[in-house]
């Protein structure tokens, strides 16, 4: 018995050092073979788990870090790795009990801190998550991350300036460059508005947004650009060949072209909209990808292009109505709604991450297209704070050559 406790105990520390080094099958396997020597130890168990959130192998690591805690509550790292494991699955009421007791048992990781103050934003309580993110700065001010999810904070909040200075010292401490600079470009005014947001935060966005996507924009939001600007292109009973639904999302749009169309093609860049949309039935295929490559790969040309409550999250539309345009037949009809940009601006970033575009601008890149406005009106997209938020609902028609000669 001695003997295979012995062996046990030079397995672990090999696998520790594994572990440190980043070789984290040959931990697992030097882990899993000092278990099957000492079964049920722990310590074993802990790193064993720790090993499997390090890959994220979440699932397989949740029941053994349970087991851990449940067999030594006093296990600070077990706890932690819990918590994160927790999180990464989604689960974030149970991520903040066992985060929370990591901390409690006096675990200083900054990461933790971290994932407790998302996991309390995730949660809709600020106040938590601010005060998770407080601790982890007061620890290590250095910390780039804490900083960007305190100005998004602050931002949520409306305290622009706060916000602005978060994101200053995410910059300076070698945060995420291309994000922080959009985020400070929200809030503070002056700042160079960025033409695009990075893709990382529009695919993040709406993957997290997925679940709940549809319900959240309906019935909490009241949102109804989908049918606005669907609404009358619907009532003039015409048949369309092919139509091509930009940032498709959960299959809105799908669900209300598909019987008046003989086949509707989708597009997002959220994998996770993508299988929503895919499983709707209302589509002949989903792409996966970003929309001016989806538009510029394809030649097959439809007769109707719609993106309702798309470009807000797209920005300059100078490369992108182009492309458009390039892929309808003739007398084809781009439609589409954005959101309103204050008189005089062509392209505003708003504090809430969203792009709003002006009408003159619009008119002009139709004009340079040579695309025919046929109608342009304003309506409201969606609430916010119980409000209207005001939109531009656009339905563009390519010239054909008849047209083109008058």
């Given at each position: 018995m001695s003997n295979a406790l012995d062996q046990a105990r030079a397995l672990f520390v090999r696998g520790n050092a594994h572990f440190e080094a980043g070789r984290l099958q040959a931990a697992l396997v030097d882990f899993d073979a000092a278990l099957a020597l000492a079964p049920g130890r722990p310590s074993l168990l802990a790193n064993r788990g720790a090993t499997l959130c390090r890959l994220a192998r979440w699932h397989e690591a949740l029941p053994v870090l349970?087991?851990?805690?449940?067999?030594?509550?006093?296990?600070?790292?077990?706890?932690?790795?819990?918590?994160?494991?927790?999180?990464?699955?989604?689960?974030?009421?149970?991520?903040?009990?066992?985060?929370?007791?990591?901390?409690?048992?006096?675990?200083?990781?900054?990461?933790?801190?971290?994932?407790?103050?998302?996991?309390?934003?995730?949660?809709?309580?600020?106040?938590?998550?601010?005060?998770?993110?407080?601790?982890?700065?007061?620890?290590?001010?250095?910390?780039?991350?804490?900083?960007?999810?305190?100005g998004n904070l602050m931002r949520e909040a409306g305290r622009w300036t706060d916000a602005a200075d978060a994101f200053d010292q995410a910059l300076v401490h070698g945060g995420h460059p291309e994000l922080n600079r959009f985020y400070l470009a929200a809030v503070r005014s002056g700042e160079p508005v960025p033409p695009h947001p990075p893709r990382a935060y529009v695919e993040s966005l709406f993957d997290d947004y997925a679940p709940d996507f549809q319900h959240h924009l309906l019935q909490d939001l009241k949102y109804q650009a989908h049918s606005t600007l669907l609404a009358p292109l619907l009532a003039e009973g015409r048949h369309w060949s092919l139509a091509l639904d930009l940032g498709c999302g959960s299959g809105l749009c799908g669900q209300l072209l598909a019987p008046v169309c003989g086949a509707v093609d989708g597009v997002d860049v959220s994998r996770v909209m993508v299988e929503q949309a895919?499983?709707?039935?209302?589509?002949?295929?989903?792409?996966?990808?970003?929309?001016?490559?989806?538009?510029?790969?394809?030649?097959?040309?439809?007769?109707?292009?719609?993106?309702?409550?798309?470009?807000?999250?797209?920005?300059?539309?100078?490369?992108?109505?182009?492309?458009?345009?390039?892929?309808?037949?003739?007398?084809?009809?781009?439609?589409?709604?954005?959101?309103?940009?204050?008189?005089?601006?062509?392209?505003?970033?708003?504090?809430?991450?969203?792009?709003?575009?002006?009408?003159?601008?619009?008119?002009?890149?139709?004009?340079?297209?040579?695309?025919?406005?046929?109608?342009?009106?304003?309506?409201?997209?969606?609430?916010?704070?119980?409000?209207?938020?005001?939109?531009?609902?656009?339905?563009?028609?390519?010239?054909?050559?008849?047209?083109?000669?008058?």
């Open positions: 349970q087991s851990v805690a449940q067999a030594d509550p006093g296990h600070a790292d077990a706890w932690g790795a819990l918590g994160l494991a927790q999180q990464a699955l989604g689960q974030w009421t149970a991520a903040v009990e066992s985060l929370s007791r990591a901390r409690a048992l006096g675990s200083q990781d900054g990461a933790l801190c971290l994932a407790l103050a998302d996991c309390q934003m995730r949660l809709q309580r600020p106040d938590a998550a601010l005060a998770a993110l407080d601790q982890a700065l007061a620890a290590d001010a250095t910390l780039a991350e804490a900083w960007s999810l305190r895919s499983a709707s039935g209302h589509y002949r295929r989903v792409d996966h990808a970003e929309l001016l490559p989806f538009l510029t790969s394809g030649n097959e040309l439809a007769d109707l292009i719609v993106a309702a409550d798309v470009f807000i999250y797209v920005g300059a539309l100078d490369a992108l109505v182009p492309a458009a345009a390039r892929r309808l037949a003739p007398g084809g009809v781009l439609a589409f709604s954005v959101e309103q940009a204050d008189p005089g601006h062509d392209l505003q970033l708003r504090p809430s991450l969203r792009y709003a575009h002006g009408r003159a601008a619009i008119e002009r890149l139709a004009s340079a297209c040579g695309l025919i406005v046929q109608t342009l009106w304003a309506a409201p997209i969606r609430e916010d704070q119980l409000r209207p938020v005001m939109g531009w609902y656009v339905v563009l028609q390519r010239a054909d050559a008849a047209q083109t000669a008058r």
